[in-house]
């Protein structure tokens, strides 16, 4: 139900949160590190504990044990990765793009920032990142999304994908958490629509992100709904492994926010 406010209430409800976004921004740095550059370095041999090329269409799980790295790479051209994660222990708690979000003041993830669970703990830190242009909104594509934009072709997309990552780790449909789109440079216009802009997009992007706990992580190669291409056509898309190093105690992204530290704290006390 739409419960109506009067310009008086918009006006004092909006001044409240611009106090409290006042107070969390007052920790934060002046400024995150620049984008990650391009070519992406090479993963040594001997750090590589799986690599793996998701066909365009389909979907890829693996556990991810903490502080190993998982870099996803558009090695053979442009698709969007649909991302969804669980605490491996206690797959009760998952990804929550709300909280990170909201926690962190931006839907702009990139490097040096974190992505929260529904706890309160950081599960990824995003380490590097060459675009910066993701998607924390939106959501993957489903049956009725591909329907729309190509036809009544049968398309794979992410949301049957998921569901059948979840059947796979013995979860149900209801445990799937809102999705994080990588390479959907999504932004909000000042009407606030939904926009497509792939100038924010370099190419041969990458992303790193660094586990903070044991997880079981899921992958989705669809197109993300917005995509204004035509026809549907992913590319394959790596997802590269890396074993795991211990991160310094002036990690950027353990430091950088308070909402941040606050997190690792969580992180730390459910481990004591």
Sequence with gaps: MHIRRSPEEIAANRARYEEHQKKGLDFAPKALPDRSSLPAPTVPAESIVHREVIPGGWYWWSRVKKNETLRVSLDGGFSTVAMVAWNETDPSERLNLPDTVKLQWTTGLGKGRVIFSDMGKVMFSITEDSSGAHDCLMGGSTAASNAERYGEAKTRNTRDNFVIVATKLGLDKRDIPAALSLFAPVRVDAEGRFAWKPELL????????????????????CPHPLDPKPEWAPVPVTVTRVAAVTP???????????????????NARAEA
């Design 202 to 221: 370099n190419g041969a992007d990458y992303v790193e992100l660094r586990a903070e706990m044991d997880m079981l992580v899921g992958f989705s190669n």
């Design 248 to 266: 310094a105690a002036d990690d950027l992204c353990r430091t950088a926010t308070a909402e941040a530290v606050r997190g690792f704290e969580n």
